[in-house]
T-cell receptor, first 116, second 111 residues
Framework: GAGVSQSPSNKVTEKGKDVELRCDPI?????LYWYRQSLGQGLEFLIY????????KSGLPSDRFSAERTGGSVSTLTIQRTQQEDSAVYLC??????????????FGAGTRLSVL | SQKIEQNSEALNIQEGKTATLTCNYT??????LQWYRQDPGRGPVFLLL?????KEKRKERLKVTFDTTLKQSLFHITASQPADSATYLC??????????FGSGTRLLVRP
């Protein structure tokens, strides 16, 4: 597609349920990133995939969070046993070449997660 | 620890004036600095990138400066318009090629 696509755009769930958020990056982009943005806050880095390398998971806040990227394209961020503090907008970005000092990132519109 | 700071207070200016936003950083030695624009309900959009050996970069009504001695970047919008109202984020790349974002400054341009 022309840009980064994320689904769903909104997700409301009950505390304790698992959720899956999907990201479809720009075709040909080797790097993919997940961020979390709480209301009125900046972007908090979660995880970074670069080609076939092991992902950089250093930003994941707990072991309830995990992500995978299948076939070097689509990525899924999974949050298990959701908590109310997980409520935020989850943004995905892709870039042509992650390991480049220029590394311009292209963002999706995000998934707004609300945990009741 | 590494830190990027942007003014958390909204900048409110009159249409036609120049908006100046500030990004300060500590404990970084970035080779590049980027600025992004974010509108409500949308993801950030890349605007400009400046290298450490560039003092100034321009694109249409936008100008970015990068002072590695002061550890500061200034982002200017000249002849501002209401359509420029948005949140502006600066970002630096760390040693592992992750972009670290500031919390952003909201700009409001009054007609």
């Amino acid at each position: 597609g022309a840009g980064v696509s994320q689904s769903p755009s909104n997700k409301v769930t009950e505390k304790g349920k698992d959720v899956e958020l999907r990201c479809d990056p720009i075709s040909g982009h080797t790097a993919l990133y997940w961020y979390r943005q709480s209301l009125g806050q900046g972007l908090e880095f979660l995880i970074y995939f670069q080609g076939n390398s092991a992902p950089d998971k250093s930003g994941l806040p707990s072991d309830r969070f995990s992500a995978e990227r299948t076939g070097g394209s689509v990525s899924t961020l999974t949050i298990q046993r959701t908590q109310q503090e997980d409520s935020a907008v989850y943004l995905c970005a892709s870039s042509l070449q992650g390991k480049s000092a220029k590394n311009i990132q292209y963002f999706g519109a995000g998934t707004r997660l609300s945990v009741l | 620890s590494q830190k990027i700071e942007q003014n958390s207070e909204a900048l409110n200016i009159q249409e036609g004036k120049t908006a100046t936003l500030t990004c300060n950083y500590t404990n970084y030695s970035p080779a590049y600095l980027q600025w992004y624009r974010q509108d409500p309900g949308r993801g950030p959009v890349f605007l400009l990138l400046i290298r450490e050996n560039e003092k100034e970069k321009r694109k249409e009504r936008l100008k970015v400066t990068f002072d590695t001695t002061l550890k500061q970047s200034l982002f200017h919008i000249t002849a501002s318009q209401p359509a420029d109202s948005a949140t502006y984020l600066c970002a630096l790349m760390d040693s592992s090629y992750k972009l670290i974002f500031g919390s952003g400054t909201r700009l409001l341009v009054r007609p």
